[in-house]
């Protein structure tokens, strides 16, 4: 009878372990998985070992049926192959975000919090990658008005493709929605939904 | 780089820079706050920018309010 393991639920890297011992022993094997990360490291691993693999799927559940070649020698390999426990990291994607919420950056001395602000905002002009968009909110509006000391480098940070989101909201109850000099306003939803969408959100 | 053409007035210290800023404005003399450019070593890492025809005017503001170390071209 063909030798037969349940691997199910087990955690990584123990399903390729099992898989290992029971090739050592036995020319067929069938091993049940049921993750995907499982039934991806049994499979590579039972190729680099140059058997031949079949697979059913079950409900949930994977029969991966290995067979072993005559002339190989799993035993000869270590009794813990080297296994990538983690699923394929997805790349990132969608935009960098900064949320800037204030006309200060950070808290102690609001003076100097002002100068750091400005220095942050001409900064980005040259710094590689910039953000791809800016959210201004609550006293952060206060940047995007005429009369803002950082109205050239935002507009100079627009000109070259940042997407300057300035809430509404916030604008209006500072009652300066009229001296909006860059940017364009915005509401809380398309703000929740940048942020969520971002691959980075960075809060300033 | 986005600051070319333009001079740059260091100093020791941000309080330095801010008390400069501070004069500068009630003078309403045209500048802006930026970081030290990379290339130039500061012990502040704020400069004030500003154009290079206002050097003798913002020069002589500052005379004796605040000290700087250096002007330099950017």
Same mark, same amino acid.
């Not at chain 1, 040259?126 to 995007?144: E, S, T």
């Not at chain 1, 971002?198 to 300033?204: C, E, L």
């Not at chain 2, 941000?14 to 404005?25: D, F, G, H, Y």
């Given at each position: ?5 349940? %691997? ?20 067929? !094997?069938?091993? !049940? ?54 699923? %394929? ?7 960098? %975000? ?8 950070? $808290? ?39 009369? $803002? ?8 940070? $627009? ?38 969408? %971002?691959?980075?959100? !960075?809060?300033? | ?74």
């Amino acid at each position: 009878m063909m030798k037969e393991i349940d %691997a199910r639920g087990l955690a990584c890297p123990e399903p390729v372990v099992l898989t290992k011992k029971a090739l050592d022993r036995h020319q067929e !094997i069938t091993v !049940i998985v049921s993750e995907k990360v499982s039934e991806e490291n049994v499979r590579r691993f039972a190729e680099s070992m140059g058997c031949r693999v079949s697979l059913v799927r079950r409900d949930a559940d994977v029969y991966l049926t290995i067979t072993r070649p005559a002339h190989s020698d799993t035993a000869a390999q270590p009794d813990r192959p080297d296994v990538s426990c983690r699923p %394929a990291a997805e790349p990132a994607q969608g935009p960098a %975000a900064a949320v800037i919420a204030s006309d200060i950056m950070g $808290s102690g001395s609001d003076e100097l919090g002002a100068i750091l602000m400005k220095s942050f905002i001409h900064t980005l002009i040259d710094i590689d990658p910039r953000p791809d968009i800016l959210i201004f909110l609550n006293n952060g509006v206060k940047l995007a008005v005429s009369g $803002s000391e950082v109205l050239d480098d935002l507009e100079d940070l $627009s000109g070259k493709g940042v997407d300057i989101l300035v809430c509404g909201t916030c604008l209006g109850f500072f009652d300066i929605k009229d001296k909006l000099a860059v940017g364009r306003v915005s509401n809380m939803y398309e703000i929740a939904e940048t942020m969520l969408k %971002a691959r980075k959100v !960075i809060r300033i | 780089m986005s600051d070319e053409g333009y001079c740059v007035l260091l100093f020791d210290s941000v309080s330095s820079t801010l008390l400069a800023e501070r004069t500068l404005k009630k003078k309403g003399i045209s500048h802006k706050v930026i970081p030290v450019p990379r290339q130039i070593s500061s012990d502040c890492g704020v400069c004030i920018r500003f154009r290079p025809e206002l050097r003798e005017e913002i020069v002589s503001t500052l005379k004796g309010a605040v000290e700087f170390r250096d002007i330099c071209t950017l």
